[in-house]
């Protein structure tokens, strides 16, 4: 953008949010700042005007147009104004522990690598009384960091492209690896994203699908927002999705297969944490001091291996016999393997 186009945006911006009362194009033409706007061809000037006014709203700006009736204009033309109400924020009135909770959320977030709000989540702890200089991550409010085995760049990268394209509403082109490392071209519309337990995650429509999917972050090796899409407001997100929703969903609840009732007997050292674990669908069908037998609707077999098998004997799956084989499988394999590098040592 030319600086002679910045300074008019900010013109436009400032006399329009200043403004008391609803100002049309005829009168902003009048302006000496807005020459721009007038040229030999009147249609080449409102087509310059056009371009400035989408460029505001696209920046979030509350622009509201009113029509010669609603400002019973007699002479037909309507007007242009910045709803204040809608553009300022209301003051905060925060008290203590608020402040306490906010500068532990912004400093996880910060703290994220690769996170594409950083800078602004930085000024904003320091607006609040939290001052951590310009660009240094907190280092003691809290830490959230990424999985080990996740490529950090990559996920960053691809984080800054989907930040802007869930914000604005724009289609992306992404190669998507699954679990076997098996790559497929997808065009999604991007609902959301979310972090949770060291990973970050997109939801949206895949349009390969027909449906809603998730996406891990890691596994996405090529992504860029749709050619042509470069302004706002290309696909509408559904009335009454909540990213929540899918933050709150476990690898296994997502599609891969039909679903199977799985259960499973859980020492009592994880019996407290069954919640956070395995989520709010699980049924506890039997507890005791022991231990408890829980219940879960499994879409995605391969999931819920990685999930239990870190916890051994604490987490053994009973039914069905399957997958309990399967799981059995793997521990034979991983005894062999174990036992061979420790002879050869």
């Known amino acids: 953008m030319s600086a002679a186009r910045t300074e008019r945006l900010l013109n436009l911006l400032t006399l329009l949010l200043n403004s008391r009362r609803p100002i049309s194009l005829r009168e902003i033409r009048e302006m000496d700042e807005f020459a721009a706007y007038r040229t030999s061809d009147p249609k080449s000037g409102e087509r310059a005007f056009e371009r400035d006014k989408a460029s505001l709203v696209e920046a979030g700006i509350p622009l509201k147009w009113y029509s010669p009736e609603e400002l019973d204009d007699e002479e037909g033309v309507g007007g242009y104004v910045i709803d204040r109400n809608e553009y300022y924020l209301p003051e905060l009135k925060l ?122 972050l890691g596994r996405i090796a090529k992504l860029e927002i749709v050619k042509g899409q470069r302004g706002s407001g290309y696909f509408e997100v ?20 039909e679903p199977i009732q799985v259960r499973i007997q859980l020492a009592a050292k994880l019996v407290p944490a069954i919640p956070e674990l395995f989520g709010n669908q699980v049924k506890v069908l039997e507890k005791d001091t022991n231990g408890a037998l829980i219940e879960l609707a499994v879409l995605n077999r391969g999931a819920l291996i990685e999930a239990v098998l870190p916890f051994g004997a604490a987490a053994q799956v009973r039914e069905p016999a399957d997958l309990r084989a399967t799981i059995g499988e793997i521990y034979q394999s991983l005894a062999k393997r174990y036992a061979s590098a420790g002879g050869a040592a």
């Open 95 to 216: 008290d203590a522990s608020d402040l306490a909770l906010l500068s532990i959320a912004g400093a996880a977030a910060a703290a994220i690598d690769g996170f594409p709000g950083r800078s602004a989540v930085l000024r904003a702890l320091g607006k609040l009384g939290f001052d951590t200089g310009t660009d240094q991550t907190p280092k003691a409010i809290a830490h959230a960091p990424m999985r080990a085995d996740v490529d950090v760049k990559l996920v960053g990268g691809n984080l800054e492209i989907l930040h802007g394209a869930v914000a604005r509403r724009c289609q992306v082109e992404l190669s998507y690896q699954n679990r076997k490392g098996e790559a497929t071209s997808r065009r999604v519309d991007p609902y959301g994203l979310y972090y949770r337990q060291a990973l970050w995650y997109l939801v949206g429509y895949c349009h390969l699908r027909q449906e809603e999917r998730t996406f891990h």
């Open 238 to 257: 559904p009335e009454g999705f909540n990213v929540s929703d899918s933050a709150r969903r476990r690898p296994w609840e997502y599609p891969q297969h």
